[in-house]
Structures are given as structure tokens and as C-alpha cells.
């Protein structure tokens, strides 16, 4: 099925999206807010951030938004803490059509996920969530990638599953928007987790005990607020975090690797996880759940400076004894 998709968010994981779609036979039009970048872009069909990688000739690149106008479905490639931001200035222009989230997180100033975000800004629109297990670099070079694509509109969901799949990319439905968008914004927080306990020399076993913990953390949070445990079990919980806890490629788990070897991390990278540490921990607070969320709460703490990682250890290791 060809069609014209935008695609707001020119980095790696925009770009990567772009030049598999138009490999499944899609003319994607790609959207950059850096003219001098969309110039180069033009010129090269090379992506920066994604070294080897080519543009195909069914991508075409701008800076100007009102170019993705006549697109029926825009996918909005944007980090999920300048997405309000982003909405603001072009969600008025962007209003009415299918709006598919492609980050994940939960934005700090309100506590909203990417798709109430897109409900507030663009009231005629259609939003949907897509996310699971996936690196930019993987999905540029062709590599076979399953996506979850959430929505509480089953036509359009099922549309849009029609659109995006194809050789490279496998897309599966599910209509619990909140557990989409929690899984996939939760594990980065347990991605942290991970790196922290590989970095400071606690070995594969504490890993693997971090994980489990954590996901149950993921589970209560989520079926708190709403979400279908059967969902956490899927791409967009449990198959993400399986991919962000163990692989260096994931940002977040670099992030925890570096501090928990007392290394200086970067703060030009996007750690999607450090602020939605910070937003969880919010509304556990408000939802009487700060000790059911132990892990969450340790990694908000690292992050912000407030504890130390030898501290933070000895209070996980340190709390009551209870039935798993």
C-alpha cells in the first residue's frame, strides 16, 4: 500500500524509520527543524547519526512543516521532552490526521504520555503510539524489527498497521494505549538500573535479579494506571526491556553503565529514562506507591544527585524480607 507518510524528527531513529518505509515501498516526506542539515541531507542522502546509512530517492527532506500539510499521517519522530514543545508551535497545522507517537517516556511537566499530549494539542486528530524493541541502527540497515502500534481506534489502527508493515518492520496492534506507552517509557528507567549494576561490578546474576524486579515495578505502575498486564508481557514492555537492559546501543544503559563506573556522561544525549524517573516518582508519590516502586525511586535519586550508588545498593538490599 503506498502512500505518503511525513515523518517530523530527522535523527537516527526518524531517519531509520524514513529509509525503511520507502525500502516497504512508501514515498516518506522527512522533516528537520536544521535547514543546514536538511541541505546536507539533500546533497549527500547521508544521516549523520547513522554512519553507512542512505537515504532512498522516495525520501524527501525539508525544513519547513507546512510541507508535511498534505500527508494523510504524520509520524512524530520527536524526544519525548520537546514533544509538548513541538505540539505548541505545529500541532494546529497537524490537526485532523493520523499522529503516530514514535518516542517514548513521560513528560515531565504534566506526567502525560506522547499520546495525551497529541490529544490536548490536536483535538481532531487521530493519536496512536508506536514502539517495542527497536535501534535505529538495526532498522537502517533492514534488520527485521516488531513494533507494537497502539490506538483506541481500531479502523485507523488497523489502516495505519497496513502502512507501516512490510519486509522490514512487523507491526502488531493493541488498543491499551496506556500500556504501550508505559512499557515502553518505564523500561528505559529500569535500563538505567541495569547499567548501573553492570557498571559498578555487581555482576550478570544482579542483572538479571534487577530486571525481574523491575519489571514487576513496570506491572503495578502500569495496572494502576490502567494499563492490561497482558500488554507489559508484549513488544512494548517486556521485549523492550529485555533489548534496553542488555545491549550498550541503548542510551539509557549506557547512561547507568557510566555512573555506575563513576565516568562523566554526555550531556548532549537524549536519556529519555532520567526524566521520566523523575515524572514516575512524582506520581507514585501522589498514588501512595513509593514502596512498591524501589527501583524507580533509587534510579530518580542517582540521577538527581540526592544519593549516592553505594547508598542506593544498600538500600535495595537492605529492605524487608517478603513473599515474591
Not at 513496570?218 to 513488544?235: K, Q
Not at 544525549?269 to 506507591?289: D, F, H, I, K
Request: aromatic share 2%; with cysteine.
Amino acid at each position: 500500500m503506498t502512500a505518503l507518510i511525513g515523518l517530523a524528527g530527522a535523527g537516527a531513529f526518524g531517519a531509520a524509520l524514513a529509509i525503511a518505509l520507502a525500502k516497504q515501498g512508501q514515498n516518506v516526506r522527512l522533516w528537520a527543524r536544521d535547514a543546514t542539515v536538511v541541505e546536507t541531507m539533500a546533497q549527500t542522502r547521508q544521516v549523520h547519526r547513522l554512519p553507512g546509512a542512505a537515504l532512498p530517492k522516495t525520501v524527501s527532506v525539508t525544513a519547513d512543516i507546512a510541507d508535511l500539510a498534505d500527508c494523510p499521517s504524520v509520524l512524530l519522530a520527536v524526544p519525548m521532552q520537546q514533544l509538548s514543545r513541538f505540539l505548541t508551535l505545529h500541532g494546529k497545522m497537524l490537526d485532523g490526521r493520523a499522529l503516530v507517537a514514535c518516542c517514548k517516556g513521560m513528560d515531565l511537566a504534566t506526567q502525560k504520555g506522547p499520546t495525551a499530549l497529541i490529544a490536548d494539542a490536536c483535538p481532531h486528530a487521530t493519536p496512536m503510539i508506536l514502539t517495542g524493541p527497536s535501534f535505529a541502527t538495526d532498522i537502517a540497515k533492514g534488520l527485521a524489527t516488531a513494533l507494537t502500534l497502539a490506538s483506541t481506534d481500531d479502523a485507523a489502527s488497523q489502516h495505519m498497521q497496513g502502512v507501516l508493515s512490510g519486509p522490514i518492520l512487523r507491526i502488531y496492534r493493541n488498543s491499551d494505549v496506556v500500556g504501550a506507552e508505559l512499557g515502553g517509557a518505564l523500561k528505559n528507567v529500569i535500563a538505567i538500573a541495569a547499567g548501573i549494576v553492570m557498571g559498578a561490578g555487581l555482576g550478570e546474576s544482579a542483572r538479571a535479579a534487577l530486571m525481574a524486579r523491575g519489571f514487576a515495578e513496570m506491572v503495578r505502575f502500569s495496572v494502576r494506571l490502567g494499563a492490561r498486564p497482558d500488554t507489559l508481557m508484549g513488544l512494548s514492555g517486556l521485549g523492550d526491556l529485555v533489548l534496553t537492559c542488555t545491549s550498550a546501543q541503548s542510551r539509557n544503559y549506557s547512561h547507568g553503565l557510566a555512573l555506575g563506573r563513576g565516568d562523566r556522561t554526555d550531556p548532549a544525549v537524549t536519556v529519555e529514562g532520567v526524566a521520566t524517573s523523575q515524572a514516575v516518582l512524582r506520581q507514585t508519590l501522589a498514588l501512595g506507591l513509593s514502596d512498591d516502586m524501589p527501583v524507580t525511586t533509587m534510579v530518580a535519586e542517582v540521577t538527581a544527585g540526592t544519593i549516592t550508588i553505594p547508598r542506593a545498593i544498600q538500600a535495595l538490599m537492605s529492605r524487608p524480607l517478603k513473599e515474591e
